[in-house]
């Protein structure tokens, strides 16, 4: 078992631009969570996607989006990069009825 | 304001030492409450998940206490090694919301 992998590794981008981050969940998982983790801080919850839709929001921008496809792998869409987007991206799975969550590695995110 | 917080902020121990790191949480109706170990630069990885009906779980040398009383939990490091050093970070669930302490950082010097 994998468990949950994220892509890329490492990412640098520039201010104003489109950025696409991807995370495929634990196998036998099928709700998705994203989170922002900037440094020193603990992980931010961004937003959750269950059954292809998204079922819960944290406070974040509506230039963070997403996106969960048939096999539960999902897309996390941020445009308009501003500076202070620069974190650690996280993406978690659970199975549905599950209490426990599973981390990726996370998306290292450089705006410059 | 956060409905968890972490002490200390950081904390630097000798290694075969023991350590204890502080969580205490407002967070409601309390479903779970997991301490997660991150290593600099990668994900979380789950040392230990306590429900409302239990007050002390083990992972090795990892100890987690809940007192759902007063909404603390305590996450004890005994006999430290260098591979512990890392931030230690208390998640608390309500339902499907966690709220994430901001962790604490441990270092182990030799």
């Known amino acids: 078992d994998a468990g949950v992998t994220q892509s890329p590794t490492h990412l640098i981008k520039t201010r104003g631009q489109q950025v696409t981050l991807r995370c495929s969940p634990k196998s036998g998982h099928d709700t998705v969570s994203w989170y922002q983790q900037a440094l020193g801080q603990g992980p931010q919850f961004i937003f959750q996607?269950?059954?292809?839709?998204?079922?819960q929001r944290g406070n974040f921008p509506d230039r963070f989006s997403g996106h969960q496809f048939p096999n539960y792998s999902s897309e996390l869409n941020v445009n308009a990069l501003l500076l202070g987007d620069s974190a650690l991206y996280l993406c978690a799975s659970r199975a549905g009825g599950g209490h426990e969550q599973f981390f990726g590695p996370g998306t290292r995110l450089t705006v410059l | 304001k956060n409905q968890v917080e972490q002490s200390p902020q950081s904390l630097i121990i000798l290694e075969g030492k023991n350590c204890t790191l502080q969580?205490?949480?407002?967070?409601?109706?309390?479903?779970?409450l997991r301490w997660y170990k991150q290593d600099t630069g990668r994900g979380p990885v789950s040392l230990t998940i306590m429900t409302f009906s239990e007050n002390t779980k083990s992972n090795g040398r990892y100890t987690a206490t809940l007192d759902a009383d007063t909404k603390q939990s305590s996450l004890h490091i005994t006999a430290s090694q260098l591979s512990d050093s890392a931030s230690y970070i208390c998640?608390?669930?309500?339902?499907?919301?966690?709220?994430f302490g901001a962790g604490t950082t441990v270092t182990v010097r030799a």
């Open positions: 998640v608390v669930s309500a339902k499907y919301k966690l709220s």
């Open positions: 969580c205490n949480y407002t967070v409601s109706p309390f479903s779970n």
């Open positions: 996607y269950y059954e292809e839709e998204e079922r």
